[in-house]
């Protein structure tokens, strides 16, 4: 089945500083993969559409600057908190799909971020 | 914006109760889907829905479509501590693209 690798599981960072999430599909290509943020016992808010080979789309109210997305191969997307602060920290989520509708998603295993 | 409701939100049960949980929505969905969430991991899914109406069963749980496309539910049998989780719903409407997660359900069945 379709396996989504994502890391690292979890960073501690300090404030001010970037940090990179990647999200692999292992064993499939993934023309698009999104990027989700949880905070404790909530549910998945979706951050933004990462669409290979051209720029990701932004759901409302995230900042495009402050949180990077790359997608340059088919079977890597990577969301990078920029000047993170103790706010950014969360759950952060991505997953792919092997075809758009009608199948789920898969869902990578999640970064905890903690920024000190 | 489509939202998804879901209810309850927290349930705390014995071990051998059933339980049904609910998610709604005003908006129609080409597709649901349903996935358990354990503390520090991805969720995974459980089923996909896609036809009103449609009935499907993973051992003791039954999902169940609505006829409008605009509902389901999770029906689980004699539940085990094992079933302790957050239960999501996720609806993708007719080529978003993209799924909308319901608010979520958490789990905790005691032994």
């Known amino acids: 089945g379709a396996v989504v690798s994502q890391h690292p599981s979890w960073v501690i960072c300090k404030s001010g500083t970037s940090v990179k999430i990647e999200c692999r599909s292992l064993?499939?290509?993934?023309?698009?993969m999104f990027w989700y943020r949880q905070f404790p016992k909530q549910s998945l808010m979706l951050m933004a559409t990462?669409?290979?080979?051209?720029?990701?789309?932004?759901e409302q109210g995230v900042e495009k600057d402050k949180f990077l997305i790359n997608h340059a191969s088919l079977t890597l997307s990577t969301l990078t908190v920029t000047s993170a602060h103790p706010e950014d920290s969360s759950f952060y989520i991505c997953?792919?799909?092997?075809?758009?509708?009608?199948?789920?998603?898969?869902f990578g295993s999640g970064t905890r971020l903690t920024v000190v | 914006t489509q939202l998804l409701e879901q209810s309850p939100q927290f349930l705390s049960i014995q071990e051998g109760e059933n339980l049904t949980v609910y998610c709604n929505s005003s908006?129609?969905?080409?597709?649901l889907q349903w996935y358990r969430q354990e503390p520090g991991e991805g969720p995974v899914l459980l089923v996909t829905v896609v036809t009103g109406g449609e009935v499907k069963k993973l051992k003791r749980l039954t999902f169940q479509f609505g006829d409008a496309r605009k509902d389901s539910s999770l029906h689980i049998t004699a539940a085990q501590p094992g079933d302790t989780g957050l239960y999501l719903c996720?609806?993708?409407?007719?080529?978003?693209?993209?799924?909308?997660f319901g608010d979520g359900t958490t789990l905790t069945v005691k032994p």
């Open positions: 064993d499939f290509q993934a023309t698009t």
């Open positions: 990462s669409n290979e080979g051209s720029k990701a789309t932004y």
């Open positions: 997953s792919a799909t092997l075809s758009q509708g009608a199948g789920g998603y898969t």
């Open positions: 908006s129609v969905f080409s597709s």
């Open positions: 996720a609806g993708e409407e007719d080529n978003a693209g993209k799924s909308t």
